[in-house]
């Protein structure tokens, strides 16, 4: 059996798609011959449903576009004259930044939870990932519950286990999610003035915010990833190195779809003496590095039983080296003679150069300058896997995170018990547990994360500065945010404030929200929506 389900289109939709898409029946695939903002609509609108990013264009979007001067177009064939340019380039130039010039729009679709954190893990990239908010995933394309199916796990003899344990979790979240969102209208029932629409799409978004957790991290999403080659060849060489064997067959995979239309920019990536050679000292490494942490840490079971934000470090003069930062660009002394001005300064002075230099922000997106990049804070987050994915997603910060385990105990959201579904909901987690032990028994421990639920914790670390800070505790910490995610970046807006006492580049987040959970967290959002589309006041 396949580990990827593939889809049917007909005749006349295959004649359509070849022109667009490099292939018609794997699920990773390069976008050719579009405007590049009808790639991004595609993708943002990817993002929000359940549909394949190839039968998404067929249904919304082809009816839009010109494409009776495209029917002798194949983009499924290689594209020799692009390949003999490249190489012309490449030959003459010889220089990585060449490959920085070239962007691809790639979908990654039927890519496991684990699969995407680490197509996810690069900085120099866009991505988009389906969401669990807006998609409910009770349906079974083909037949089968959304999530990876290793084949050879499933030629083991757990692997019956592993379909019956993974499938008795889908019908758990399915047949829980009508429940809850019957719940969520009892509690807050439709305002008059709000659209059928916008009460269902926020009463839906809540309900499946409270029943993700149960979802394992098995679970299949799309992700839309918009790169350069360079940094496409730097993933697929990652991935190539990755123990889990989902990430390195899916690395040929779109190592195929690249060729077909950056063939030189990754020509490196497989070379023995380069490439590879990169991807077996990344091997190495991390084999030396789990036999020696477990030499000297030991292999323990850490068993917790909430959630903790920890600040483990700071600058404690960061906010006379901010100032410093910031009066430099508009002064021509050197920076230590600044900083040292800066310490004989009064507060108030510090305070004023601070609040001009922050200036009158109207909204989140007002950032300030890049002096705000000299503070940094570092933070050991324990929050459940569904926060940890939102949180991974921001570039301009460094994330490392310990492997999924079921051993930090998991989050059960009040939502969950007040709906009277509180066993149903337990009664899934220990049978996530229970496979989870029989995989890494069984001698499957790449795989074994793949049964934990999302509701179980894991633990990372996050370290960032103060402008990298501000983007992520303001977005993150909006009303219409998940609420687990909200009250980590919550805690660490307060950690910045009171335990490193930075109370000045704490006053600067002014968009950091505190407000306690919201009744219906995506009413305001959707309102404003329907509102830009009627063409409305908001």
């Known amino acids: ?106 979908a990654c679709e039927q890519a496991s939870n684990l699969l995407t954190k680490i197509l996810e893990w690069g900085r120099l990239a866009a991505y988009l990932e389906q969401s669990t908010r807006y998609i409910a995933y009770d349906s079974r394309p083909s037949g089968r519950y959304r999530y990876y199916r290793d084949p050879d796990l499933l030629s083991s003899p757990l692997g019956t286990r592993y379909i019956g344990d ?26 008059p003035s709000d659209s059928d629409f916008v009460y269902r799409m926020a009463v839906k978004a809540k309900a499946l915010d ?3 957790g149960i979802l394992p991290a098995a679970a299949q999403s ?59 000292y990344l091997e190495a490494n991390r084999r030396a590095m789990e036999s020696l942490t477990n030499d000297l840490l030991g292999d323990v079971d850490v068993h917790d039983d909430e959630e903790r934000v920890e600040l483990v470090d700071f600058d404690p003069d960061a906010e006379i080296k901010l100032v410093a930062s910031m009066l ?22 510090r305070i004023a150069v601070i609040r001009a230099y922050n200036g009158d922000r109207r909204n989140r997106r007002h950032r300030p300058g890049r002096a705000t990049e000299r503070p940094f804070y570092r933070f050991d987050v324990l929050s459940d896997y569904g926060a940890f994915r939102d949180l991974q997603r921001h570039r301009m910060l460094t994330v490392e995170w310990q492997k999924l385990n079921p051993y930090h105990g998991y989050c059960r959201p009040d939502l969950i018990e007040d709906a009277g579904v509180a066993a149903e909901y337990d009664e899934a987690m220990t049978r996530s547990a229970e496979l989870f032990e029989a995989l890494r028994d069984g001698g499957y421990t790449a795989h074994a994360p793949y049964a934990v639920a ?28 998940h609420p687990t995610y909200r009250a980590v970046v919550q805690r660490m807006h307060s950690l910045i404030e009171k335990e490193a006492g930075h109370r000045a580049i704490a006053a600067m987040m002014t968009f950091v929200n505190h407000s306690s959970e919201a009744e219906l967290e995506r009413l305001d959002a959707e309102r404003r929506a329907e509102a830009k589309r009627t063409g409305s006041a908001v």
């Open 328 to 349: 430099y660009a508009f002064s021509h002394l050197s920076e230590r003679s600044i900083e040292d001005r800066v310490r004989q300064m009064s507060v108030d002075d």
């Open 1 to 106: 059996m396949s580990a990827y389900v593939t889809e049917d289109f007909t005749g006349e939709e295959q004649d359509v798609l070849r022109r667009y898409f490099t292939n018609l029946d794997q699920p990773v695939f390069a976008l050719v011959n579009l405007p590049e903002v009808v790639k991004g609509a595609l993708f943002a609108r990817y993002s929000r449903s359940p549909k394949s990013l190839r039968r998404l264009f067929l249904d919304e979007f082809v009816g839009e576009l010109d494409i009776e001067g495209d029917a002798s177009i194949d983009a499924t064939i290689g594209l020799d004259r692009a390949e003999e340019l490249y190489e012309r380039i490449f030959i003459e130039y010889g220089d990585d930044s060449v490959a920085q010039l070239g962007g691809i729009h790639l």
């Open 454 to 481: 999302l509701a179980y914790r894991v633990r990372f670390n996050l370290n960032l500065n103060a402008r990298s800070a501000m983007h992520t505790l303001e977005l993150r910490s909006t009303p219409q945010g």
């Open 210 to 212: 409270a029943v993700r």
């Open 166 to 191: 993974l499938d008795r979790m889908f019908e758990t979240y399915a047949s829980l999610a009508p429940i809850v969102q019957d719940h969520v209208r009892r509690l807050t029932p439709k305002d």
């Open 222 to 280: 799309n992700v839309g990833i918009y790169a350069t080659g360079q940094s496409y060849e730097q993933l697929i060489v990652r991935m190539r190195a990755d123990p889990l064997p989902e990430a390195r067959a899916y690395a040929d995979l779109m190592l195929t779809e690249l060729r077909k239309v950056i063939p030189s920019f990754v020509k490196r990536v497989d070379r023995p003496d380069r490439g590879q050679e990169t991807s077996n």
